[in-house]
């Protein structure tokens, strides 16, 4: 998976989270919620979430990570020219909340969009970054996953609130070199929008969302707010997520024994467990902080990549498994060789100082 075998000539050098200070326990939700922490705990594995404070947005967040990875790669955010931020809570319907990133983080001549493919977008987004910097068009790319999805969420459904949380992840994408370790050998992105209804959350330009009215139309009033088929989301999952892995692994030319750890997406624990399971991988070799985070959508993977990285688990040369999935559908899997970062516990101290844009 290097430069000399089969690949793409493009690898991950630095990785960077941050999460809001405000957490959320199950016994928090009990008080306003007919829930109780049992049953969360029992059918999600999560504990608690982050909650973004007011003045926080997923362009703010997605800069700290980005500051982040950045000092876990030890790079000049001057010689960035490329930022792609995945996030289906953006600050506004436009500019790219990417922009914001691009600003804040310090990368004066990158060119900065963002990308929506729900929980599945940071995949989505590190393939493009991985395809730029593969041909050559990028030498540097800073790909970020960030969400504030406890702004979108129905605070009376508990069968959706109790599952999303706030924050970001990032990564940073450059060439891989000759005789270093560090490579990504296999890309799959999957998508089905006939089954968009199971899983989606309306915006201002939804037909009958407050706003969208024009003089030629009466709108009806409707909240934006996440909707889901759990059960129908659930069984699509996992078999997506564990056939994807697989095909991925063969395209990679591995077996599920050269795969030193698995970073799912974290949705829950159950999806996790049931999707390694079929592909026959001991959960001694997958990552898993749903807990402490539930589901962040784009951000869950970077953020589980940079922790990660900061306790050990990942080492250069190890072979790793990225498996995403999310509204639309849509899916991915994604086999790469760890490359190593340069400052491993800096992904996890998002500096304070960032530029507001
Ligand atoms: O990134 C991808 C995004 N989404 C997902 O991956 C989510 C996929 N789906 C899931 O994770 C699970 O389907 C859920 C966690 C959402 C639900 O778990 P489940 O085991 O599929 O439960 P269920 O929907 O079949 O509901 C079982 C019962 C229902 O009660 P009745 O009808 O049996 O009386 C629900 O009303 O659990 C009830 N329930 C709750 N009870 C206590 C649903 N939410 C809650 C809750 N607390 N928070």
């Known amino acids: ?22 957490i959320v326990t199950n016994a928090e939700l009990e008080q306003t919620l007919d829930t109780t922490n049992e049953w969360i ?47 289906c809570t953006p600050d506004g ?6 922009t914001r990133i691009q600003h804040a983080v310090g990368a004066g001549r990158a060119g900065a969009f963002d990308v929506n493919a729900a929980c599945n977008g940071f995949m989505s987004a590190l393939s493009t970054a991985v395809q730029f910097v593969a041909a050559g068009t990028s030498q540097r790319a800073l790909v970020v996953g960030t969400e504030t999805m406890t702004r ?21 994408v450059e060439r891989a070199v000759e005789g270093e370790p560090g490579g990504v050998g296999a890309m799959l992105l999957r998508s ?14 939804t037909p009958g969302a407050p706003g969208a009215t024009n003089p030629f139309g009466a709108a009806l009033a409707q909240e934006a707010h996440i909707v889901m088929n759990g059960a129908a989301v659930f069984r699509s999952a996992v078999n997506a997520l564990s ?23 974290q949705a829950n624990r159950r999806i996790i467990t049931a999707m390694a399971e079929r592909v026959g991988l001991p959960m001694e070799r ?7 985070y539930g589901n962040t959508s784009s951000a869950t993977i970077p953020i589980a990549l940079a922790e990660a990285e900061a306790d050990g688990r990942l080492k250069p040369g190890d072979r790793v ?6 509204g639309g559908l849509s899916w991915s899997a994604m086999v790469l060789e760890w490359a190593g970062v340069r400052a491993s516990r800096a992904g996890l101290e998002a500096p304070r100082a960032v530029a507001r844009a």
């Not at 947005?57 to 876990?72: D, F, K």
């Not at 319907?93 to 990417?98: D, N, Q, R, Y």
């Open 286 to 292: 997958v990552y898993v902080n749903v807990d402490r």
């Open 243 to 265: 056939e994807t892995s697989a095909e991925a692994i063969a395209k990679a030319g591995l077996t599920i024994d050269d795969i030193a750890l698995c970073v799912p997406h």
């Open 152 to 172: 979108i969420v129905d605070w009376t459904d508990r069968s959706t609130c109790v599952l999303f949380g706030d924050g970001a992840g990032a990564a940073i």
């Open 41 to 87: 705990v029992e059918r999600t594995g999560i504990r608690e979430r982050r909650v973004a404070a007011p003045d926080e947005t997923s362009s703010t967040m997605g800069a700290r990570a980005g500051l982040a990875a950045i000092e876990s790669a030890q790079i000049d955010p001057a010689t960035i020219d490329l930022v792609i931020a995945a996030t």
């Open 321 to 326: 498994l990225l498996a995403a999935f999310g």
């Open 1 to 22: 998976m290097t430069p000399t075998s089969s690949g793409y000539g493009a690898r991950i050098t630095g990785v960077g989270r941050y999460v809001p200070d405000r």
């Open 93 to 98: 319907m436009f500019p790219a909340s990417a």
């Open 192 to 205: 089905d929008g006939s089954q968009a209804g199971l899983l989606w959350a309306s915006g201002p330009c």
